[in-house]
């Protein structure tokens, strides 16, 4: 998979989101996927925090993910495609994907509870599954940052 990374193709890629609805859709979702992690008993603190850790708020709701994705989806990812791996797939999931979100899924192991960190694997199929649909990383930054601003707006660190 040859991926053209143009400022031509960003702009493309960019002009198209707005019309995929499987896009939005995973947009539209992110306030129930806050809802529920309120209510599995994750503790909440609101933008409180924010007062005095706005720059932690953007490392770990813009820097990371651009860095993950640009690591994981981005390098990782697209190697794979470049492997036998490209030619499998599980219903629309390609392995590429899948492998990926099994080695992200366990680098969250350092850093999170272990229920949380399994968890992971499912945003990560969905931001893998959005970088395979375009060819390329944009997509699946903006989905990564979008939904760790709403957390750690909601949540904290």
Request: hydrophobic share 50%; with cysteine; proline share 6%.
């Amino acid at each position: 998979m040859n991926i053209n990374k143009s400022p031509n193709s960003i702009a493309r890629i960019l002009s198209q989101l707005p019309r995929d609805k499987a896009y939005l859709s995973v947009i539209l979702l992110a306030p129930f996927f806050w809802f529920g992690l309120y209510y599995s008993g994750t503790a909440i603190t609101g933008p409180d925090w924010l007062r005095h850790n706005i720059l932690l708020f953007l490392q770990l709701a813009l820097l990371y993910p651009i860095v993950e994705e640009l690591v994981f989806r981005g390098l990782l990812q697209e190697k794979l495609w470049q492997t036998r791996l490209s030619r499998l797939s599980i219903y629309c999931i390609s392995m590429p994907n899948i492998v990926t979100s099994i080695i992200f899924t366990g680098f969250h192991f350092i850093a999170h509870p272990p229920t949380w960190a399994v968890v992971v694997i499912v945003p990560s199929i969905v931001f893998g599954f959005f970088r395979d649909r375009y060819q390329h990383v944009i997509p699946a930054v903006i989905l990564h940052g979008f939904y760790n601003s709403g957390y750690f707006l909601l949540f904290g660190k």
